[in-house]
């Protein structure tokens, strides 16, 4: 084999690689949100749900009942000294994520699905569930994943009836 035939194989199998790495998806947004739902407007918040992180890997309430419609807004501290996260996503779209994330640790990301909060901070997503089903929620920091941080919305079919309850409705323990 020539020398040029090796550098034509070796740029071939090159742009095979960006090809699978760009179906794998797209890191920077290119994911599908309507499989779990949609931006919330702040003016149509039926809800507001306090979510606490922990070091211990933890999400507090790891379990959160929605309803089809609804708009929750997430308020999501972090108590513990780490950095942590609160992702919404598909099971497979936050794996997938989280593969990259452990790549590429310093990688910041940002998106309306998603809150990145600094030790002792709070954050916040607002979301919108158009759809019945189960939704992950998932912590893509590298190690929190793995240790089981996540957590789960379950949505229930039918329609969220319009500024439902005062607000404060969540579980709090
Ligand atoms: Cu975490």
């Known amino acids: 084999m020539n020398h040029r035939a090796t550098a034509m194989a070796l740029a071939f199998a090159l742009s095979l690689v960006a090809q699978a790495a760009y179906a794998a998806g797209d890191h920077a947004g290119g994911h599908d949100e309507s499989a779990i739902g949609e931006p919330g ?3 149509n918040v ?3 749900v306090q979510v606490d992180m922990s070091d211990a890997m933890r999400y507090d309430p790891s379990s959160i009942a929605a309803k089809q419609g609804e708009t929750i807004r997430f308020v999501v501290k972090n108590s513990g000294k780490l950095k942590h996260e609160f992702v919404l996503g598909t099971a497979k ?3 997938e994520h989280y593969e990259v994330m452990k790549k590429f640790p ?3 990301h940002a998106d309306a699905n998603m809150v990145t909060v600094a030790p002792g901070t709070t954050g916040e997503v607002i979301w919108r569930f158009t759809k019945a089903g189960k939704i992950d929620f998932a912590c893509l920091q590298p190690g929190h994943y793995d240790a089981g941080m996540k957590g789960l919305v379950s949505v ?3 329609k969220a009836t319009a500024k439902e309850g ?4 969540n579980h709090k323990h």
């Open 106 to 108: 310093e990688m910041e």
């Open 46 to 48: 039926n809800r507001t």
């Open 93 to 95: 779209e936050l794996k």
């Open 41 to 43: 407007k702040a003016a």
């Open 166 to 169: 005062d607000g404060h409705g």
């Open 156 to 158: 229930a079919a039918g």
